[in-house]
């Protein structure tokens, strides 16, 4: 038969013999030598597939997931009236676990970045977009509203965050309000930031923090165990600011570098400015998403 | 392996051919609806949280 043929012309032409098995298959050790070879290119296949599915299967699962989140999100907005301006907004509902409340804007990857931010950090959270920390700031609170997101996969939102400059924007938009957040200056920046790149009109609003903040930079890379970086302070768990100095801040984590684990890219950006909604106008949008 | 699958698949050669179509679909199914998503979370390549 032909297949019994062709795996033995195979091994001849490999190893440049130029003996024929007897009786098609009668050489054990070249049997052997042959099966063990299928199944090491065998393995090889389905690492490179790991790597197919790593990168581009989980982003066309996740953006289903994205889009159920988003989808979900709309609705309970359009379903819950704004509240009424003249109240008093004192009341801040904690995001449920595994939902989107929030939607994340970064115009200088392009006006159509926008991705749903739900509430946790947890591997499946993460599968359908940016997670929220639980217990960290909400957006425009002081403290620090921090957010990871996957780098490679999954949607990849944070592919391109170390790209991000000093003083670009990053907009969380919530049921009632546009928040307004921007990367702090880089090391290096902050010593003559005002002649420098603090001048530059999207820097209006962006100097360096003082005590205890006085060590704030716009990207640090860090250690994976290094949680501090989503401290109140960042890097500094045990301050505390005091009342009057306490700064709302915004902190994004995603992997580093990218494929691997090792470290972790961490962006900071700082609360600027707010803009609440027009219940007359719900679909107005803030200036800055269009700065890009 | 590949050829002893071959021998043993029923048929003539066109309906062979749609048969191991099959199969690799089958495989390919099996790894990335099942095998690696359960591996994925084991291997770190994507943690991005710190702490």
Known sequence: MQGDEAPTELIEAVGGRRQRAAGGGGDRTQKVVFTVGEVLITLGLVVLLFVVYEVYVTDWMSAGKQADATANLDERWSQEPLPDPGNQRTEKVRPVDGEGFAKLYIPAFGTDFVFTVLEGTTETTLEAGPGHYNDTALPGEPGNFAVAGHRVGKGAPFNDLDLLRSCDAIVIETQTDWYIYRVMPMEGEAQDWEQGRGASEQCTDVKPLGEPYEDLVGQQIVLPHQSEVIAPVPNHPDRVAPPERQAALITLTTCHPRFSAKQRLIVHGVFTKQYPKDPANPGAQPPELTEG | ?51
């Open chain 2, 1 to 51: 392996m590949y050829g002893w699958i071959w021998r043993h698949l029923p048929g003539p050669v066109p309906v062979k051919v749609v048969e191991a179509l099959a199969l690799v679909a089958a495989v390919l199914a099996l790894l990335f609806f099942v095998v690696f998503p359960w591996a994925e979370p084991r291997l770190p390549f994507n943690d991005v949280t710190t702490g």
